[in-house]
């Protein structure tokens, strides 16, 4: 069964730091590249951040650049997200998405997505 | 960046009706436009690649359309478990910016 599994949101205080992780089974992860998407209770979708099959090529949303650091481990079929100075703004639901990278694919069209974990930002 | 504009932002319609959702990009696009429904509580589902491409094991009922700065989301007859939320997608370029959601409900 292919899926996708998040695990590490929970509550933080404004300024604090988590760590996001995505398991990945049942598919061939060094061929799609990965994204975080999160959606904010009640509001729409917002992509976060993208990493290449390779990890070559690393995007950002201008709202968390130079705080959210995506990283992956093909060898571990895992993929990552180092948040750190977490706003209030930063409340939502965070989904680790893939798109299969080979030619002739949208690797940015997200195929493969988890159920989600929740971060909360609060004091 | 691309904005991403749908509309309508909610419809009520009912089970067998025919229902269209349009997406209009900010700047030509080419076909890098993807449809994704979410149903209540769920991650987001991926429908419709590439403007018009169906996505493996999404029914028939469900076409894409459109190419350049405007497209469309087309349900063919609506079902039960088609109440949802859909959203348009841009791939062109980063960032990969989603339209604000189209909400389906019952009538």
């Known amino acids: 069964e292919v899926q996708l599994v998040e695990s590490g949101g929970g509550l933080v205080k404004p300024g604090g730091s988590l760590r996001l992780s995505c398991a990945a089974s049942?598919?061939?992860?060094?061929?799609?590249?990965m994204n975080w998407v999160r959606q904010a209770p009640g509001k729409g979708l917002e992509w976060v951040s993208s990493?290449?099959?390779?990890?070559?090529?690393?995007y950002y949303a201008d709202s968390v650049k130079g705080r959210f650091t995506i990283s992956r481990d093909n060898a571990k079929n895992s993929l990552y997200l180092q948040m750190n100075s977490l706003r209030a703004e930063d409340t939502a639901v965070y989904y680790c998405?893939?798109?299969?990278?080979?030619?002739?694919?949208?690797?940015?069209?997200?195929?493969?997505w988890g159920q989600g974990t929740m971060v909360t930002v609060s004091s | 960046d691309i904005q991403m504009t749908q509309s309508p932002s909610s419809l009520s319609a009912s089970v067998g009706d025919r229902v269209t959702i349009t997406c209009r990009a900010s700047?030509?696009?080419?076909?890098?436009l993807n449809w994704y429904q979410q149903r209540a509580g769920k991650a987001p589902k991926l429908l419709i690649y590439?403007?018009?491409s169906l996505q493996s094991g999404v029914p028939l009922r469900f076409s894409g359309s459109g190419s350049g700065t405007d497209f469309t989301l087309t349900i063919s007859s609506l079902q039960p478990e088609d109440f949802a939320t859909y959203y348009c997608?841009?791939?062109?370029?980063?960032?990969?910016?989603f339209g604000q959601g189209t909400k389906v409900e019952i009538k």
């Open positions: 998405a893939g798109g299969l990278a080979v030619p002739g694919s949208d690797e940015h069209a997200f195929d493969i």
């Open positions: 990493i290449s099959s390779s990890s070559s090529y690393i």
């Open positions: 590439a403007a018009s």
């Open positions: 049942g598919f061939t992860f060094s061929r799609y590249s």
């Open positions: 997608q841009q791939s062109y370029s980063t960032p990969w910016t």
């Open positions: 700047q030509s696009i080419s076909s890098y």
